[in-house]
């Protein structure tokens, strides 16, 4: 049986803070951030245009991406994006309210 796949909508910076929280800034902590969906997301954002032209990266990062995730690659997303600031004591990030689908939280 194939495993379940939640398709989720997220712009492209969306995907930046995704992937900011759950590989760059998280250390280590919180596993299971190398699965196919991860290396989807990085090689989706390695496409960003190599230009300092406003608009083109604008266009970039405003740019809607449907991704397909295991429902545990959205649980790993959402301690990411909940847990890591945590461990920082900083402000959890925008993307909970503004990019991240609402129906994916489950806090």
């Known amino acids: 049986m194939a495993e379940e ?3 989720i909508e997220l712009t492209m910076y969306g995907i930046a803070e995704v992937l900011k929280w759950c590989i760059e800034r ?3 902590r919180i596993a299971g951030v190398d ?3 991860f290396k989807q997301m990085q090689t989706l954002l390695a496409q960003r245009p190599q230009v300092n032209d406003y608009f083109t990266l604008d266009q970039f990062w405003k740019k809607p991406v449907t ?3 295991t429902k545990e690659e959205v649980e790993t997303i959402d301690r990411c994006l909940y847990d890591i600031p945590n461990f920082e004591n900083v402000q ?5 309210h503004k990019f991240w689908p609402k129906q994916a939280a489950t806090h």
Not at 92 to 96: G, Y
């Open 92 to 96: 959890l990030p925008q993307i909970r």
């Open 5 to 7: 796949k939640m398709k």
């Open 26 to 28: 998280n250390h280590g």
């Open 67 to 69: 991704l397909e995730l």
């Open 35 to 37: 699965t196919a969906g």
